[in-house]
């Protein structure tokens, strides 16, 4: 659903700005060397397999292991 080739060619005309500072609303803020690696990982963006969501079987498995790792005498992930 992206062009890679285009996504890349903006990225890197974003970095061509040269910002010696990043500040985005759900991100750290980046300085030096951060900014240069947070344009790599841009690059990458398009080749990254979507989300997988988890499902009913994932539940399940993690609230086994949780049961399993409960003392005897505490309450069980499931009573609560």
């Not at 890197?12 to 790599?40: M, W």
Request: aromatic share 8%; proline share 11%; net charge negative.
């Amino acid at each position: 659903m992206l062009d890679t080739q285009k996504f890349r060619t903006v990225v890197d005309d974003f970095q061509r700005l040269n910002a010696e500072v990043i500040a985005g609303c759900h991100t750290p803020v980046l300085r030096g060397p951060k900014i240069s690696e947070a344009y790599d990982l841009l690059r990458q963006l398009p080749e990254i397999p979507p989300w997988a969501e988890f499902t009913q079987a994932d539940l399940d498995q993690w609230m086994a292991v949780a049961e399993s790792s409960v003392p005897p005498e505490q309450p069980r992930p499931s009573g609560t």
